[in-house]
């Protein structure tokens, strides 16, 4: 059986820090989603990505305050037995589609909806800000 697309729970079988060929490093994360198989995941740790990772690193059960990301390098169970909600959906890259999962960070509350739309309602001072992270 292969795992399909939708939100899942999954359990974490083994993580490692690797380097794609681009040269950003990421968290690999192996995941078994029950009755369906095996999928692996990148957690990316950009600058641009870093808050992202934060939160992702976090619903693993990793400590980013107080361990050392070594620790997902020379123990490669570290993470292990962890559940994580999981995305797992279809994407295109370079023509070949494949399915990617992601790991659920956080969820948007109505009050936080609220904060921001309250933002988009108030009067415009001035460019927006270069810090933003923008996904694209």
Not at 59 to 67: H, P, S, T
Not at 110 to 136: M, Y
Request: aromatic share 6%.
């Amino acid at each position: 059986m292969s795992v399909t697309e939708g939100r899942k729970k999954a359990t974490i079988l083994a993580n490692d820090i690797r380097s794609a060929g681009t040269g950003s490093e990421f968290v690999y994360v192996l995941l078994e989603v029950d009755g369906e198989g095996q999928i692996a995941t990148q957690i990316w740790l950009t600058k641009k990505a870093l808050n992202m990772a934060k939160g992702q690193l976090r619903a693993c059960g990793f400590d980013y305050e107080r361990e050392s990301l070594v620790l997902l390098k020379t123990d490669q169970k570290h993470l292990a037995g962890k559940t994580v909600d999981i995305e797992v959906e279809e994407e295109t890259y370079k023509g070949e589609s494949r399915l990617k999962a992601r790991i659920v960070a956080s969820e948007v509350t109505q009050k936080r909806i609220a904060s921001i739309d309250a933002l988009l309602k108030a009067k415009d001072e001035g460019p927006p800000d270069d810090e933003d992270d923008i996904p694209f």
